[in-house]
């Protein structure tokens, strides 16, 4: 079935460092790909998305962009903040399948003064 | 904006109780989802309804059972309640497909159940 893989955290950085966080899918058809944030004791607020091959989705500095190719919808910042403390997920939702999301397993990020 | 509501927000029950969760959905969403989001780990997908049927069914335990009214909300009900069922239950809504731009769902702030 489908299901997506990113990478395990936590991770820990300095302020205004680089941010990768990577995630590969597997899935039939076409999905639409997402990454999810949840600040600590809140819900999922989506923080990006691309619902085709090479769309490239942004928002507040976070960049992530659909490969096809290698399966692929890494999450990019160039410059993160302390505010950006909290756990991100990767997700899929195939239409085929009456739009479920599938998530990855949440990379926790830490981010130091 | 307005948002999905879920209500409660917290809610503690003893074992074998029952508890009923509930979620009203942004306005002009017909569709709901149901995940659980236990300690630690990712949601997961429990069952979703489009326009008051069910559509689609995930993970959910024959013990719990979920349903979509009229004016769209949607109540799930859980039963004989164990201690695993302790998580966070998030209602989501998606808005009605000639509306609909991408596959974005909206999530509630959640329902924290907490079984003793």
């Known amino acids: 079935g489908d299901s997506v893989t990113q990478m395990e955290g936590p991770v820990t950085l300095s302020e205004e460092a680089f941010l990768t966080i990577n995630c590969t899918y597997t899935?039939?058809?076409?999905?639409?790909l997402f990454w999810y944030v949840q600040y600590p004791g809140e819900g999922l607020q989506l923080l990006l998305k691309?619902?085709?091959?090479?769309d490239k989705g942004s928002n507040k500095g976070f960049e992530a962009t659909y490969r096809k190719e290698t399966t692929s919808f890494h999450l990019e910042k160039g410059s993160v903040q302390v505010s950006d403390s909290a756990v991100y997920f990767c997700?899929?939702?195939?239409?085929?399948?009456?739009?479920?999301?599938?998530f990855g397993k949440g990379t926790k990020l830490s981010v130091k003064p | 904006a307005a948002g999905v509501i879920q209500s409660p927000r917290h809610l503690i029950k003893e074992k074998r109780e029952t508890a009923t969760l509930k979620c009203y959905p942004i306005?002009?969403?017909?569709?709901v989802y149901w995940y659980q989001q236990g300690p630690g780990q990712d949601p997961q997908f429990l069952i979703s309804?489009?326009?008051?049927?069910?559509?689609d069914k995930g993970s959910i335990p024959d013990r719990f059972s979920a349903q979509q009214f009229s004016d769209y909300h949607s109540e799930l009900n859980m039963s004989s309640l164990e201690l695993g069922d302790s998580a966070l239950y998030f209602c989501?809504?998606?808005?009605?497909?000639?509306?609909?731009?991408?596959?974005?769902?909206?999530f509630g702030p959640g329902t924290r159940l907490t079984v003793l």
């Open positions: 989501a809504s998606r808005p009605t497909r000639r509306d609909r731009a991408g596959d974005e769902q909206f």
């Open positions: 899935a039939t058809g076409y999905p639409s």
């Open positions: 691309a619902t085709k091959a090479d």
């Open positions: 997700a899929l939702t195939n239409g085929g399948s009456q739009g479920n999301l599938i």
């Open positions: 306005p002009r969403h017909d569709t």
């Open positions: 309804f489009y326009e008051k049927m069910q559509s």
